[in-house]
T-cell receptor, first 112, second 114 residues
């Protein structure tokens, strides 16, 4: 079945450091790919998405490119802030019925 | 536009009891999905409803059930609660539940089973 693999962390960075969180997936066909973020005590918020190969999703300084050839959707940010501390989830969905498959989540802590 | 709302936010039950959780989607959204989030298993899909019909179901026992009303509000029910059912239950809504749509999540209901 479909699956998503991502580095689980925790990842600890200093403010203004460069961030990469790796995400790879296994799925047939052409899934849509998403990054969601979860702040403490809250639900998930969409960070960015890409619906076809070579699409780049971007939001709030975060970027990810849908790479069909490497089945990857790595999340990057050039300069993290303390407020970016959260858990980040990579996810895919392939069909009607919104059966999202999530990765295990990566906890990011940014220190001032 | 109001976001996805879930009630109650917190719940404590004992083993063997049953529980009903409620989710109100964003106005105009007709697809509602439910997820269970635990530290050990992560986020797992429970089921999805669209126009009062269950379209998709995850790999959970029959103790987990749900329904959707004509106004798109949804409820999920867990009968004969077990300790392992302690989790954060998240509801998400989207317009029509296609694979390319964004799902908007509620804040969740945290269930503790004692």
């Amino acid at each position: 079945g479909d699956s998503v693999t991502q580095m689980e962390g925790p990842v600890t960075l200093s403010e203004e450091a460069f961030l990469t969180i790796n995400c790879t997936y296994t799925a047939t066909g052409y899934p849509s790919l998403f990054w969601y973020v979860q702040y403490p005590g809250e639900g998930l918020q969409l960070l960015l998405k890409a619906t076809k190969a070579d699409d780049k999703g971007s939001n709030k300084g975060f970027e990810a490119t849908y790479r069909k050839e490497t089945t990857s959707f790595h999340l990057e940010k050039g300069s993290v802030q303390v407020s970016d501390s959260a858990v980040y989830f990579c996810a895919l969905t392939r069909d009607y019925g919104q059966n999202f498959v999530f990765g295990p989540g990566t906890r990011l802590s940014v220190l001032p | 536009k109001a976001g996805v709302t879930q009630t109650p936010r917190y719940l404590i039950k004992t083993r063997g009891q049953q529980v009903t959780l409620s989710c109100s989607p964003i106005s105009g959204h007709r697809s509602v999905s439910w997820y269970q989030q635990t530290p050990g298993q992560g986020l797992q899909f429970l089921f999805e409803y669209f126009s009062e019909t269950q379209r998709n179901k995850g790999n959970f026992p029959g103790r987990f059930s749900g329904r959707q009303f004509s106004n798109s509000r949804s409820e999920m029910n867990v009968s004969t609660l077990e300790l392992g059912d302690s989790a954060l239950y998240l509801c998400a809504s989207s317009l029509a539940g296609t694979g390319k749509e964004t799902q908007y999540f509620g804040p969740g209901t945290r269930l503790l089973v004692l």
